[in-house]
């Protein structure tokens, strides 16, 4: 059943690439998110850059291991659960926040769907591994 997750996980990497070179807020005012995070550190596009490029290496390395440890679903969970948050919070943008894209909003899909696959995934693997018997007084 493990091997059918690593088979979402590629098509999902490919979607964080393609996503993150598209101007998730208007354009004019904010390009992409490599453009944002170029133009100085400190700023949240930094970190939302740092956070999509680790995302996208560990969705690249579930797709190719069908059998991973725990802790790799659950790190993708939590870096597209923070990926979905940050594009819906859209931090630094000023007190006016701007609308998101459609690039935006299919970037907000790919987060919420990445991090309920992700879950799914945890929970599969937490079912399945063998629990430590405990023998009765």
Known sequence: MNEGFARWYAPLAVMCIVLSFQPLLP?????????????GSGNPAAMGAVLMTVLILLLGYASFRPHVPTWIPAAIAVLSGLIAVMLLTRP????????LTSFGDAA???????????????????????RPRTMAP
């Open 92 to 99: 630094g943008t000023g007190d006016e926040k701007p609308e």
């Open 108 to 130: 907000v899909a790919v987060a919420i769907c990445t991090f309920v696959l992700a879950v799914s995934h945890v929970t599969r693997l937490r079912r399945r591994s063998p």
């Open 27 to 39: 354009a004019d005012e904010f390009g992409t998110l490599w453009e944002m995070a170029g133009r």
